[in-house]
């Protein structure tokens, strides 16, 4: 699987760059902390999977979601705002990881976008 993270927090950038350094088969494209040079990066080269932030400055995280085509590329939502989760579904989102992020909880939201595309793939 290929992603972007896109959170406008350095550091929560870092956290999610190890996170997916460390996760097999699981491909960095990119990281962004502009959400709307994100949104242009991937209509020039879609990946598979957002790792995505709620709240940041231009863009935010549920309008960059509502922006795109979420049968092509899915999103997790990795934010320290819970009031967002019932938003959420609205976008189709596979999971929705509440900050301070910890490996495990990463590794089981990736787990489910694992099946996810080999569900998709299974089906075509």
Known sequence: MTCFIIDDEPLAVRLL???VSRTPDLELR???TDSIEALTALQQSPVDLLLLDIQMP?????ELA???????TRVIFTTAFRDYAFESYE????DF???PIRYAKFQAAIEK?????ALKAAAT
Request: no cysteine.
């Open 17 to 19: 760059e190890s996170f």
């Open 97 to 99: 990881l509440l900050k």
């Open 66 to 72: 509502h922006a795109i085509d979420t049968e092509r």
């Open 58 to 62: 231009d863009l935010n995280g549920m």
């Open 91 to 94: 976008v189709n989102a596979l």
């Open 113 to 117: 976008a694992r099946q996810y595309f």
């Open 30 to 32: 990119g990281s962004y």
